[in-house]
C-alpha cells in the first residue's frame, strides 16, 4: 500500500485526478477533495465497499448519542436531554498532538471532570517530557486544579472568570 501510494503521488496520477474530479463543498467546515478521494482510494484498496465500512477506515471520533454504555443525560446544547458522552482530551497544541483522550458519561464534562485524567497525563511523563505549560480556559483556573499543578511544579496559564473577586 505504501509503495503504490508513493508510485501515485510520484508519477502525478493521483494528483491528476483529484484536479478533474468534479467534486465541490461549499462550507467552511467540510473537508477536503484530497481527503474525500484519498479515502475513497484507501477503502477501495482495502477491499471495502459499504459506507460504514468507508467510515471506519477513516477512524472519525464523533459525539455519541442514545443508548451506549455510560451515555448520561446532560445540558448538552445540541442535543437537549438525550444521553451524551463527554471526551476530555488532552494534547500538544501547536504539534497538534494527542496525548490522551478520556471518555466519561455526558454529565462529566466540566474541567473538575477533566483535572484527574490531565494529571494522569503528566504523572506518566519525565520532567524533560513535561510540557513548558498547561493551559486552559477559564473552568480550569480554580483552586483544586492550581494546587495540584504546584505541588507538581508544572508551569500552568489559564484563563480568568471577570467575577467581583478577580476584579478587586
Not at 493521483?14 to 474525500?36: E, R
Not at 459525539?63 to 458522552?85: I, T
Not at 508544572?154 to 473577586?165: A, D, E, I, M, N
Amino acid at each position: 500500500m505504501t509503495f503504490f501510494s508513493e508510485f501515485l503521488a510520484t508519477t502525478g496520477v493521483y494528483s491528476s485526478w483529484v484536479d478533474s474530479c468534479p467534486l465541490t463543498y461549499t462550507s467552511p467546515n467540510a473537508p477536503s477533495k484530497q481527503d474525500i478521494l484519498g479515502t475513497w482510494l484507501l477503502a477501495i484498496l482495502a477491499g471495502h465497499n459499504r459506507y460504514a465500512h468507508i467510515t471506519g477506515l477513516r477512524d472519525d471520533i464523533k459525539p455519541m448519542f442514545g443508548k451506549q454504555s455510560g451515555a448520561e443525560v446532560s445540558d448538552n446544547p445540541h442535543k437537549p436531554g438525550r444521553p451524551s458522552h463527554a471526551l476530555h482530551t488532552y494534547w500538544v497544541g501547536n504539534l497538534r498532538l494527542v496525548l490522551d483522550v478520556v471518555v466519561c458519561p455526558g454529565k462529566e464534562h466540566s474541567a473538575a471532570k477533566a483535572r484527574p485524567g490531565l494529571i494522569g497525563v503528566l504523572e506518566k511523563l519525565t520532567p524533560q517530557q513535561r510540557p513548558a505549560l498547561v493551559r486552559g480556559d477559564c473552568g480550569f483556573g480554580n483552586e483544586p486544579f492550581i494546587a495540584e499543578l504546584e505541588e507538581r511544579a508544572q508551569p500552568y496559564l489559564f484563563k480568568l472568570r471577570q467575577s467581583v473577586g478577580v476584579k478587586k
